[in-house]
Structures are given as C-alpha cells and as structure tokens.
C-alpha cells in the first residue's frame, strides 16, 4: 500500500476536524474540488467562502456544485445575486435534479479525470448553467452564491476576490470561528492563461488571515508545487512563514517526498 496523494492527505486532516455545521474557506478555489469537500463534511447547516481571482474558476465550479446537488436526486437551485453597485440584479432559477451521473469528490484524483468527471453532466443541467452564466455576465464585485437547498451540502458563497482579502470579505462574527481553510497554490487546471497563479505578494496575507480567523484546533492545509517555476520560490516563503510561527500559537507538519523535490507536497498548520 503506497502513501496517499498530498490532496488526499490535505482532505484527511480537515475530515477530522471540522464538524458540521461549521465555517470554512478554500482560497483558492481552481476547478472546486475542495470547495465541494467542504461543502460536504460542513452540511446543511455549515458554511463555505470560496475565493478566485479568475471567473472561470468560480463558474466550473458553481456547476460542479450543481451536479453535485443533482446527484443528491434532490430539487436544487442556484442563487445569483449581483454585488452592490451592479445594475441587473440577481436570478434565482430552479430545475430538477436525477438526470445526470453520480459525481466523484475529485480527491486524489488528477485535473483530466476531474475533466472527465465534468464532461458526465447531463445537458439539462447544461443547458440551465449556460443560461445562468449568461444573464451574470459583468463585475469583479460580484459574488456568486451556488445554494443547496434542503440538502447536505452547505451554503456556499463564491467570491471573485484575491483570498488576501479574505479577513474582510468574511462577516466579523467570524473571526475565530472557521474551522478549516484549505490552500491549493499554483495555476487552474486546464486555464486558457497558465500564468495566472498564486505569488507570495498574496499568498502569505491570505495565510496570514486564514490563521487569523481558525478556531482554536482550526486547521489550515497548503499544497506547494515546487516543480513549476516561481513555485519554488513560494513553496520556500510559506515554509519560512510557518517555520517562524510561536509553538503556542500553531503547530506546523510537512508532508513530503525527500526523494522528489520537485513534487508537490503538503504543510499544514493547527491552531493551538
Ligand atoms: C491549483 S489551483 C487550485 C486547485 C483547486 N483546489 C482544485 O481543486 O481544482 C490554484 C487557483 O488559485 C487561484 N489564485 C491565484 N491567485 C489567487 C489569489 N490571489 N486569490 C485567490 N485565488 C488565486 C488560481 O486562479 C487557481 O484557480
């Protein structure tokens, strides 16, 4: 049996600690695998913030999460609400669900057989995420709200912001009350501009926000790629921010081939 994936790995420490009915954040929501794993261990009574700075992320993921709504075979419904200052308003449409197959969390799994799992969808719900996306169309200011409701995922709000924001974008009530907030650094899977990735400049506020806001036994996880360029450098820089963090504050575990320098691997930071 060999060791699990870093993204599984990542996924396994957040399954103990968060409980449902909790808050947590993916900062760096890409193609919304962790999203949707939030989604899930939070519940019907939790909460999940989502943050990136490219649209296309939050739409693959606001329909991942209507499939996943889908698969549940329950009604679900998507809320789009347009932030303030934007004319249009929001649309709030509902379809029923038990068309398309079941969907996969994506856990381990890489960014082609995420592809795949995307490309399953049933053309209804196609059809009425095409439709969506089109009367949103617009402003970075906008937030993107993907709701389940009555079922098990939580609520979930999609911010188009830098997760440096992160502090602000979330209600001060709560401060100190998140329970998880997962880190997946580098560039999207399958992105038109493949240079569009996280920098320390944001990364380590976020990081710095992130801690700012667990809950005692809160945890924080980052998966660094060194192997692609600047990664590296960034891999090293959040080492350094974690190494340099009071033991009574957070405690800090690498997860790492010493072998492969070059592979990605998992730091991940409790809150004491
Ligand atoms: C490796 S991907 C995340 C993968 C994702 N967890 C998944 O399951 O597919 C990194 C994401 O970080 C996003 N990103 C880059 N800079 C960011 C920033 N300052 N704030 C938030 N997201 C950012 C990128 O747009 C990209 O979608």
Request: hydrophobic letters at 40%.
């Given at each position: 049996m060999g060791f699990v994936s870093v993204l599984n790995f990542a996924q396994q420490l957040i399954q103990k600690r968060l409980q449902p009915g909790e808050i947590a954040i993916d900062a760096t929501v890409g193609t919304g695998a962790d999203t949707l794993f939030l989604a899930r261990l939070a519940g019907a009574r939790g909460r999940v913030y989502g943050f990136d700075i490219q649209q296309a992320a939050l739409d693959r993921t606001r329909e991942r999460l209507e499939r996943a709504g889908e698969s549940g075979g329950r009604d679900s419904r998507v809320e789009s609400a347009a932030g303030e200052?934007?004319?249009g308003g929001g649309k709030n449409a509902e379809f029923k669900a038990g068309e398309s197959e079941a969907f996969e969390s994506g856990a381990g799994k890489s960014g082609a057989a995420e592809s795949n799992a995307d490309a399953r969808a049933s053309g209804k719900a196609e059809a009425y995420l095409g439709a969506a996306r089109r009367g949103e169309?617009?402003?970075?200011k906008r937030k993107l709200h993907a709701r389940e409701a009555g079922a098990r995922l939580a609520s979930v709000e999609l911010l188009?912001?830098?997760?440096?924001e992160m502090a602000e974008a979330l209600p001060a009530e709560h401060r100190g009350r998140v329970g998880a907030a997962m880190f997946n650094l580098g560039y999207l899977p399958?992105?038109?501009?493949?240079?569009v990735m996280t920098a320390p400049a944001s990364t380590l506020p976020a990081l710095e926000a992130a801690l700012s806001l667990l809950r005692p036994k809160g945890i924080l996880t980052a998966v660094l790629y060194p192997g692609h360029e600047g990664g590296g450098a960034e891999a090293l820089a959040v080492e350094r921010w974690a190494g340099a963090l009071p033991v009574s504050e957070a405690r800090v575990i690498l997860y790492r081939q010493p072998q492969r320098p070059e592979a990605p691997y998992l730091l991940a930071v409790e809150k004491v």
């Amino acid at each position: 049996m060999g060791f699990v994936s870093v993204l599984n790995f990542a996924q396994q420490l957040i399954q103990k600690r968060l409980q449902p009915g909790e808050i947590a954040i993916d900062a760096t929501v890409g193609t919304g695998a962790d999203t949707l794993f939030l989604a899930r261990l939070a519940g019907a009574r939790g909460r999940v913030y989502g943050f990136d700075i490219q649209q296309a992320a939050l739409d693959r993921t606001r329909e991942r999460l209507e499939r996943a709504g889908e698969s549940g075979g329950r009604d679900s419904r998507v809320e789009s609400a347009a932030g303030e200052g934007e004319g249009g308003g929001g649309k709030n449409a509902e379809f029923k669900a038990g068309e398309s197959e079941a969907f996969e969390s994506g856990a381990g799994k890489s960014g082609a057989a995420e592809s795949n799992a995307d490309a399953r969808a049933s053309g209804k719900a196609e059809a009425y995420l095409g439709a969506a996306r089109r009367g949103e169309a617009g402003s970075a200011k906008r937030k993107l709200h993907a709701r389940e409701a009555g079922a098990r995922l939580a609520s979930v709000e999609l911010l188009l912001r830098s997760h440096a924001e992160m502090a602000e974008a979330l209600p001060a009530e709560h401060r100190g009350r998140v329970g998880a907030a997962m880190f997946n650094l580098g560039y999207l899977p399958g992105a038109e501009d493949l240079g569009v990735m996280t920098a320390p400049a944001s990364t380590l506020p976020a990081l710095e926000a992130a801690l700012s806001l667990l809950r005692p036994k809160g945890i924080l996880t980052a998966v660094l790629y060194p192997g692609h360029e600047g990664g590296g450098a960034e891999a090293l820089a959040v080492e350094r921010w974690a190494g340099a963090l009071p033991v009574s504050e957070a405690r800090v575990i690498l997860y790492r081939q010493p072998q492969r320098p070059e592979a990605p691997y998992l730091l991940a930071v409790e809150k004491v």
